[in-house]
């Protein structure tokens, strides 16, 4: 999806291991924001960011941390992967909140934790 | 507890028919409501939206409407394509809520040939 990259596409991990989902934007909006997928479940959303350097927790947040040390790139962390944390993670961005504002979404990370 | 829901996981379509997917919601303070489409493998794509100041929204084929005392929202595509083939989902958001998404669970199209 046009200006929202993610890395990695796919990842397995073992139970406790830590890794970092990477995020980028091209279109210099000021809002991104974490989700995950799971079956039957919709989107939610795990953490955001209204801005540079200012993050807050979303509905999902345990077992996660975030980075947004600049306006481009926003980071999901795990520091002890867990099996319930085996999902597709997506990133995406928006600008601030007004008439018209929908948010952008990456391709997604699938990751499974086993 | 699900403040946006779609009953319907999945609705079997006609090529040239109408598809209605619908969408109820709990929360009053959701004001915006938007819809998105998702491919296999690709991230969510935004669709169309309605602000809770409208009862209407229309873009092409794709037109969404909002009945705020019901609290419930559907989406008409008319007509329907096989490209239309996807899961859409439903999602709402508050005012000065920095467009935080609450999503329904999904519904998955398919349009028949």
């Known amino acids: 999806n046009a200006g929202v990259t993610q890395t990695p596409k796919f990842q397995v991990l073992k139970t406790g291991q830590s890794m970092t989902l990477q995020c980028a934007q091209d279109?210099?909006?000021?809002?991104m924001y974490w989700y995950r997928q799971d079956p039957g479940m919709g989107l939610r959303l795990i953490y955001y960011?209204?801005?540079?350097?200012?993050?807050d927790k979303g509905e999902v947040p345990n077992g996660y941390n975030v980075s947004r040390l600049n306006k481009r790139e926003f980071s999901l962390r795990l520091e002890s992967a867990a099996p319930s944390q085996t999902s597709v993670y997506f990133c995406?961005?928006?600008?601030?909140?007004?008439?018209?504002?929908?948010?952008?979404f990456g391709q997604g990370t699938r990751l499974t934790v086993v | 507890d699900q403040q946006v829901k779609q009953n319907s996981p999945s609705l079997s379509v006609q090529e040239g028919r109408i598809s209605i997917l619908n969408c109820d919601y709990t929360?009053?303070?959701?004001?915006?409501f938007l819809w998105y489409k998702k491919y296999p493998a690709e991230g969510p794509t935004f669709l169309i939206s309605?602000?809770?100041?409208?009862d209407k929204n229309e873009d092409g084929r794709f037109t969404v409407f909002l009945n705020k005392s019901a609290k419930h929202l559907s989406l008409h595509i008319v007509p329907s394509q096989p490209g239309d083939s996807a899961v859409y989902f439903c999602?709402?958001?508050?005012?000065?809520?920095?467009?935080?998404?609450?999503f329904g669970t999904g519904t998955r199209l398919q349009v028949t040939l």
């Open positions: 995406a961005m928006s600008r601030d909140r007004g008439p018209g504002t929908e948010a952008f």
């Open positions: 279109m210099n909006h000021n809002s």
């Open positions: 960011s209204a801005s540079e350097g200012t993050t």
């Open positions: 929360n009053s303070m959701f004001d915006y």
């Open positions: 309605i602000s809770s100041i409208k």
């Open positions: 999602a709402a958001s508050a005012y000065g809520t920095a467009s935080k998404l609450t």
